[in-house]
Nanobody
């Protein structure tokens, strides 16, 4: 079992910044990628950004150039620096992890609310 705990959500004004943090514990040795997903009210959960143990980063087009994912998979931590926030970034943000042998991201945190006011 892998446990993921997020922190850092909150309220920001449009154009502002927030930084999310996530720490994994439990069977975290099996993780080979971590990432952030988000779900806005009435919408499906969507990928925001991911990072692999080799350092490869992937971003959704809507956040590229504004958000930066960083972290150390070996240390089981991942961060999301969110700049130039927009009201449409408002969502619950979930930390996620992919384990070795898994086809996709199959471990999830409880989520943290990010609200951007205009």
């Amino acid at each position: 079992q892998v446990q993921l705990v997020e922190s850092g959500g909150g309220l920001a004004q449009a154009g502002g910044s927030l930084r999310l943090s996530c720490a994994a514990s439990g069977s975290a040795f099996s993780i080979n990628a971590m990432g952030w997903f988000r779900q806005a009210p009435g919408k499906q959960r969507e990928l925001v950004a991911t990072i692999t143990s080799s350092g490869t980063r992937n971003y959704a087009g809507s956040v590229k150039g504004r958000f930066t994912i960083s972290g150390d998979i070996a240390a089981n931590t991942v961060y999301l620096q969110m700049n130039s926030l927009k009201p449409e970034d408002t969502a619950v943000y979930y930390c996620s992890a992919r384990r070795v042998g898994s086809l996709g991201f199959d471990c999830w945190g409880q989520g943290t609310q990010v609200t951007v006011s205009s």
